[in-house]
């Protein structure tokens, strides 16, 4: 399984872009990259998932260099209800899984 | 439509016991899978059952089991309920295999005293 690893904390203001930096060096030719958002007391909802390359919907862009070894979740124009923790998953359909820690993200007006 | 539904929402046990725990997919999601959250593991994967078959299994012991009954609700079952049990326990379901377009349910607080 890959190691997958993503900061602890990361604070920011309302407007600002936010980037998470999730590494995962071990990662597997048939691995694919989803982040999660989390509130208190509420499961994981997803926010996007791509293999590499650069991806973007309307919440989220992420970045996935060509090595695939990290990948970068970028928030832009946070505001205050963007405060959660967000995990990184690197994964298979066949459910070997990695999840990161979490990164827990604080927007402050 | 409605979402991922699982029930009891908070629960104590005592050690020794056993727990079993209710997961309602979303209507015609097939894939439910199972995940451990606590402070120190974070998120950890348990099982998925597919067409009510257990497909895949993470590294857990043989403590915990869990079943898929043909309307796709599962239950997952703890036995002999370990302090180290107490966590928040997570279901997702999805149309396919896989976390692709996969909705996690709000979880079930374990709390094992």
């Known amino acids: 399984l890959a190691k997958t690893t993503q900061p602890i904390s990361m604070d920011s203001y309302e407007g600002q872009e936010v980037n998470i930096t999730c590494s995962h060096n071990n990662i597997a030719t048939n691995d694919y990259i989803t982040w999660y958002q989390q509130f208190p007391s509420q499961g994981p909802r997803f926010i996007i998932q791509g293999y590499k390359t650069k991806v973007t919907n309307e919440v989220a862009s992420l970045f996935i260099p060509a090595d695939r070894k990290s990948s970068t979740l970028s928030l832009p124009r946070v505001s205050l209800s963007d405060t959660a923790v967000y995990y990184c998953l690197v994964g298979s359909n066949d459910y070997k899984l990695s999840f990161g820690a979490g990164t827990t993200v604080t927007v402050r007006a | 439509k409605a979402g991922v539904t699982q029930t009891p929402r908070y629960l104590i046990k005592t050690r020794g016991q056993q727990v079993t725990l209710s997961c309602s997919p979303i209507?015609?999601?097939?894939?439910v899978s199972w995940y451990q959250q606590t402070p120190g593991q974070g998120l950890q994967f348990l099982f998925e059952y597919f067409s009510e078959t257990q497909r895949n299994k993470g590294n857990f012991p043989g403590r915990f089991s869990g079943r898929q009954f043909s309307n796709s609700r599962s239950e997952m079952n703890v036995s002999t309920l370990e302090l180290g049990d107490s966590a928040l326990y997570l279901c997702?379901?999805?149309?396919?295999?896989?976390?692709?377009?996969?909705?996690f349910g709000q979880g079930t607080r374990l709390t094992v005293v």
């Open positions: 997702a379901s999805s149309f396919t295999q896989g976390l692709t377009e996969a909705f």
């Open positions: 209507s015609g999601h097939r894939s």
